[in-house]
């Protein structure tokens, strides 16, 4: 009998952090602390087995004045198997094999989102001159990265251009200027298939916007290895059982939730003459990731945010001991989409399917009643021509 779900939706950051409070479940720290390797590392050794609290910084270094645009970040909101359950509307102790079941069915419905004329995110707009990104305390997360990384859990919003349908991913991206931000874009990922198509129709940049901050069922999901095709939108509208309510950027194409602390705005430049230095960057394998090399930038036009806004923020890289968001997260996503990938295929005697976390979705365990020869063969196969092991190579 599996365990009753109520889809709970928070309305957006700051919803989840009261709840977490509630839930005597979020650590703040008023002491202060600098942006520069030291709030990563505290990060990395909050977060431990799964037990860690969720981490909410008020003082940071370079960036606590009355005046100072941005002043608190959040973290480990998702590398605690009791938070993910708290997301997906199950009781707190749930085991994790009843949020892969979750997984399983949430992570193929869909609930569109539902466009409202304006919201929170909207009581700031930044353009032209004013943009800094420097004015964010975007922290230097780990000694070797190459810089300074804005983007570690956003959700990253493009569209197919002659489809119109969205994606949501999440991606990384380091600062390299006042309102440049290249990130790591892989052809294989659904941004990559959107700058393609860009391309094949003559553009040289494509819309793009990141939301930073927001319920977490955006990170959740612009994490998971979603179908192509289907918006993550969708996905987030029934995970919290009501639709997300988006808003049309300023000066893109593009929609992001109403109520996310942060949007940057803006175009990605697709002509390798245009790319800017990137990485390398402490990555989810566990290592150093990615030689310092020229990638695609995002060309700020824009950069709208609540009233004194929260960066939301992510340490990458489980290890033993210590696991990530990423790895929590993808041990419940990619074992749900595995098993869907598993029954697609016809594979019988599928008993259960799970990702270690400190594998962050790279090793996948399969449990089955074996009836036949190549049994197991027909599912490895299965696996490696599904979304499952995208980008898990």
């Known amino acids: 009998m599996g365990v009753e779900r109520r889809p709970v939706a928070f309305g957006d950051l700051r919803g989840w952090i009261k709840a977490l409070k509630a839930a ?43 005046d100072s645009r941005c002043r608190r970040i959040f973290g480990n ?31 193929g419905d869909g609930v569109p989102p539902r466009i409202v004329k304006t919201g929170p995110v909207k009581e700031n707009v930044i353009t ?28 990253v919003v493009t569209k197919d251009p002659n489809t ?36 094949n129709g003559g553009s040289s940049e494509m819309p793009i916007a990141v939301a930073i901050g927001w319920e977490p069922s955006l990170g959740f999901t612009g994490g998971a290895p979603v179908a192509k095709g289907t918006c993550e939108y969708d996905v987030m509208g029934a995970i919290r059982g009501e639709p997300v309510d988006v808003v049309k950027c300023e000066t893109v194409d593009l929609y992001v939730p109403a109520t996310a602390e942060i949007v940057i705005e803006g175009f990605l430049n697709l002509d390798p003459a245009t790319y800017m230095m990137e990485g390398p960057f402490a990555e989810f394998t566990g290592y150093l990731a990615g030689d310092r090399s020229p990638k695609p930038t995002i060309r700020v036009t824009a950069i709208t945010h609540r009233n004194d806004p929260i960066l939301h923020g992510s340490i990458e890289g489980s290890l033993p001991g210590s696991y990530s968001e990423n790895g929590i997260c993808s041990s419940i996503m990619r074992a749900g989409i595995a098993w869907n990938a598993l029954d697609r295929a016809g594979v019988p005697g599928i008993v259960d399917v799970w990702c270690p976390p400190v594998h962050a979705g790279i090793n996948l365990l399969i449990s089955m009643k074996q009836s ?17 092991a995208h980008v898990r190579y």
Do not use: C
């Open 128 to 155: 032209g001159k004013d943009i800094n990104l420097y004015d964010f305390p975007v922290p230097y997360w780990n000694r070797l990265d190459g810089g300074r990384y804005i983007l570690t859990y956003g959700g």
């Open 24 to 66: 005597d479940d979020l650590h703040e720290i008023d002491a202060e602390v600098d942006w520069n390797i030291e709030l990563g590392t505290i990060m990395r050794l909050a977060q431990g087995t799964g037990t860690g609290p969720a981490l909410l910084f008020n003082n940071i270094k370079d960036y606590h004045e009355a």
């Open 164 to 199: 119109n349908v969205m994606n949501v991913g999440i991606y990384r991206g380091m600062l390299a200027d006042r309102d440049k931000i290249p990130i790591l874009m892989w052809r294989a990922q659904h941004i990559g298939h959107h700058a393609t198509a860009w391309q």
């Open 372 to 388: 036949y020869r190549n049994q197991a063969k027909q599912a490895a196969n299965a696996i490696w021509g599904s979304s499952a």
């Open 77 to 107: 909101g998702m590398s605690s198997y009791r938070r993910v359950a708290m997301m997906l509307g199950l009781p707190p102790d749930s085991h994790p094999r009843e949020l892969v079941k979750i997984g399983r069915s949430s992570l």
